[in-house]
C-alpha cells in the first residue's frame, strides 16, 4: 500500500477535483521551526502571487521547461516514490506526476494554507495527474516519513531558504533508499563575477540583520559535504536560439544556474 494511503488513516483527509489527497496533520513543526515560519512563508508566497504577474505565467511556461531539461539534458529517470519539499504552490509535483515511471507523490511544505488552497489550482492549471498525489504539512528537519522510503527528494527554490541547510539533508539523506536521489533546482549561486549592484545588495541584507541566502558553489559543495552527500552540480540553460549559446559562455561568470544531484550510496 502506498505511504499517502496509509497515511491517510492517520488524520483528516479530503479529495479536491484533482482527485490529489491532502493529509491533514497537526504536530510536525520541529525544534528548528515554529509558527512564524509557516506565517512567513504564506506571507512570500501571498506577495509573490499578487504583486507579480508573472507567477501563474511563470508555472506554467517557464518552471516547467527544468523538468524537461531534467529528464532529456541531464538523463535523470524519475521514477518510482516521489518527496516533494517546501513544495509551496507544488507546480514541481504536478509536472513529476505526468511522468509515466513516477508512481507516487507526497507534497510537503511548511504551510497547509498553501498545500490547501493553491497547490489544487496549479495542479488544475497544470492538468496534473492528482491521483498520484498527496499533500501534507511537514517540516523538511524532521519529516515524519521511514528512513530508505524514497526513490527521489525533489525541491524548487528551497534549499537556500533553510536556517540549518546540513541538518535539512541529513533529513532528506535519511528518507532516501540507497541509490536514492536528491534533484534540487532554481537555488541561487553567487557567479565568479560580483557585479556592483549584487554586492550592494548583499551589503544591505548583511546590514539588515538578514541572513544571506546566497551562497558560492564552493558554499554549497560543503553543506552537502557535511550532511555525508556528494554534490554533483549540472549546468541549467533552458534558452533557446541565439540565447541559448550566450548563457552557455557566461553560466557561472556573470549569473549562475544550476541543477543539484546527490545521489545516496548507503543505507545510513
Known amino acids: 500500500m502506498p505511504f499517502g494511503e496509509r497515511l491517510i488513516s492517520l488524520g483528516k483527509t479530503t479529495v479536491n477535483t484533482t482527485d490529489s489527497k491532502y493529509v491533514e496533520k497537526k504536530q510536525y513543526l520541529s525544534r528548528h521551526s515554529h509558527e512564524l515560519v509557516v506565517a512567513q512563508r504564506e ?22 521547461k527544468f523538468v524537461h531539461f531534467l ?19 507544488a507546480w514541481f509535483s504536478a509536472e513529476l506526476s505526468k511522468l509515466p515511471n513516477v508512481v507516487e507523490l507526497i507534497t510537503t ?3 497547509p494554507k498553501l498545500l490547501r488552497e493553491q497547490a489544487p489550482k496549479v495542479f488544475k492549471l497544470l492538468n496534473a495527474n492528482g491521483a498520484k498525489i498527496t499533500r501534507m504539512p511537514a517540516d523538511f528537519y524532521a519529516l515524519g516519513f521511514p528512513a530508505n522510503y524514497f526513490d527521489y527528494v525533489v525541491c524548487s527554490s528551497v534549499l537556500h531558504r ?10 532528506v539523506k535519511r528518507v532516501l533508499k540507497p541509490g536514492g536521489r536528491l534533484v534540487a533546482i532554481r537555488e541561487p549561486v553567487w557567479p565568479l563575477v560580483q557585479l556592483r549592484s549584487r554586492a550592494k545588495a548583499r551589503a544591505q541584507l548583511v546590514a539588515a540583520g538578514v541572513a544571506d541566502p546566497f551562497y558560492s558553489l564552493a558554499d554549497y559543495r560543503e553543506f552537502f559535504l557535511q550532511a555525508g552527500l556528494k554534490l554533483e552540480t549540472r ?26 544531484v546527490s545521489t545516496k550510496t548507503s543505507k545510513s
Open 162 to 171: 533553510t536556517a540549518n541547510m546540513v541538518s535539512a539533508l541529513r533529513e
Open 71 to 89: 529528464t532529456s539534458q541531464c538523463g535523470i529517470k524519475f521514477h518510482g516514490r516521489v518527496l516533494e519539499i517546501g513544495a509551496g504552490g
Open 109 to 111: 511544505d511548511y504551510s
Open 235 to 260: 549546468s541549467v540553460n533552458v534558452s533557446r536560439g541565439f540565447k541559448y549559446y550566450v548563457n552557455q559562455l557566461v553560466n557561472g561568470l556573470t549569473h549562475a544556474r544550476y541543477a543539484f
Open 43 to 64: 506571507s512570500e508566497e501571498r506577495l509573490a502571487r499578487e504583486f507579480n504577474d508573472d507567477w501563474y505565467r511563470s508555472a506554467k511556461e517557464e518552471w516547467p
